[in-house]
């Protein structure tokens, strides 16, 4: 799921609507490359696992920004299987 900042910047836009946001989730936002690295994979790698829908995103402007939260859930869903 891909989402977007409103102009106030205190929600998230998502396809559902409007989402709350706390301070700790905007603490909490990594661009592409820390985002790999938290992941120990490329950034390629990351882009594609972003496309594939894989990892949910926030874009503010040109800017791909994924929480700390979103990474920990791919990791749930996918501990076990093959490396990426």
């Known amino acids: 799921m891909v989402t977007a900042f409103t102009s106030n910047r205190s929600r998230l836009m998502t396809k559902g609507g409007a989402m709350p946001v706390n301070e700790a989730d ?6 592409r490359s820390a985002s790999a ?9 990351l882009d594609r696992l972003v496309r594939k829908g894989e990892i949910e995103v926030i874009r503010v402007g040109g800017k791909v920004l994924i929480t700390r939260r979103a990474l920990l859930d791919y ?3 996918n501990s076990g299987r093959a490396a990426v």
């Not at 905007?26 to 661009?31: N, S, T, V």
């Not at 690295?37 to 790698?45: K, R």
């Open 37 to 45: 690295e938290t992941l120990h994979v490329s950034v390629s790698t």
């Open 75 to 77: 990791l749930n869903r």
């Open 26 to 31: 905007l603490e909490a936002l990594l661009d």
